[in-house]
């Protein structure tokens, strides 16, 4: 399977009547926060309306599973969940079958088990493919959906493909509301809805691609240079790492080098719209600057000093930095974005936005799918857990420190470098403490999220050429082959994961395998 699954939205924020007969269209009603005002989604087209206020954004590509609930006569929305579709039609049954366990299961750890599901399809046709054309062969997907609900007991009462601006229905076959061309879609922000969700403060935060797009590496001349950049900076400084009194001045010197790029972020004047706030936020960040953090935040004590900026003033200026940072993780680097997206992940998480933590975090798992820290950080964003657990722990580790966090990190033992000179797994040196809540809602205590012995990684190396008197990689898996000529080899600091799981994401654009872990927020 090629996508990753995630979970969006509150776990309740509306009404609707119940029951509706599943040959019917859905009743959904929608509350503003506050419940002052509530809005009836009586027809298909006003559900089809819905989906991106459900979600906080237009899902592309998308199942989507939306949970009814009952109460005192009247249905609640609950839980969300989406998993992208599976290209392969064979993918589908375990797709249906993961999203459906997943929600219901998460909704019944939380005492309010879904007593009706809404179902959603979202697929933009391909070349020469018409949107009636999308929702019929995706119709076999839906009805596995329907089959998947119907063995937990739990009714599909709405079917809805949406594709080319149009949306069709697969449980009402009534020509006057729901015709075989398909009903067009309303102009965005123009229903009764989107008012009601305005007013409400709700926003639309436009698609995964636009969220995608500010976490994705650079392309062109730029992305040549940011390389050469790094190219240059990995022997040296991958050199020092390996030395136990070295590491300890890289980790300084990574940090103090954060911190006063987080000031310069601070200091920027304000520009209108997000691709903008990017394109100012890169030009403030040199090259060589970008890839002395790159590869000194490979180093896990320093990141986990790094990921100690997640609130207050600090917070804004270090997502911008980790959001730039992962944009600079070019060509080969590619997967030494796994350490940026992830301290992305955890401070949008920190901070509030579920969705941007989620999305950056499937996406360090798609460039390091065995990055352990990025693993049990989604798991506990899907799980709905609070990321105060977290934050209480890095507090207590700065406090021990006795600064701002913007000293050198634990500069005893060695860096793990793919490998000791014999080959072997170089075993990380325990650092600072962070506790990160299991899937059972219990706290699983850890050495920095990452168990401190035994612990030992996927070789991910081609070659090794000697730093030193270490071996050191030369071109990690995710570039290909080694490069020859003039060009300095490879090397990166990584960190060790512990134990090989099937993991959301997919590559660094953000595609990739299922978690087989997708349950209600």
Known sequence: MTNHSETTGPSENGDIPAPVPPNRAARTPYDSPADEHQVTLRTPAELADALPYLLGYRPEDSIVLVAL????????????????????AEDWPDAAGQLTRGLVTGSERRGVRPEQMVAYLCQEPGRGETGRQVMERLRPLAQRLRVECGRLDVPVVEALCISAGRFWSYCCDDEACCPSEGVPMGLPGTSVLAAAATYAGIQVRGSLSDLRARLLPREGAVAGEQETALDAAAVPLVSRILDGTGRSEVAGETLDLAQRIMRRLARARPVSGLPAEDLRDDQLLANDEAAALILGLQDRTTRDRAAQWMEGDEAVPALRLWRALARRCVGSYGEHAAAPLTLAGWVAWSTGDELEAREALAMALGADPDY?????????CNEGLDPETVRRCLRAERENQGDAGDGPADGGGKADVGGKADGSAQRERPGSSTTVPAA??????????????????????QGRVPVGNQARPRTPAAGGAPRTGSTPPRASVKQSAGRKEACPGGPHKGAGGTDGNAESV
């Open 372 to 380: 352990l820290f990025a693993r049990l950080l989604h798991q506990a």
């Open 440 to 461: 059972s809602g219990r706290r699983r205590r850890t050495r920095s999220v990452v168990p401190s012995d035994g612990a030992r990684r996927r070789e991910r190396w």
């Open 69 to 88: 609930r009952d109460r005192n006569g009247r249905g609640r929305f609950g839980g969300r969940a989406r998993l992208g579709i599976p290209a392969q």
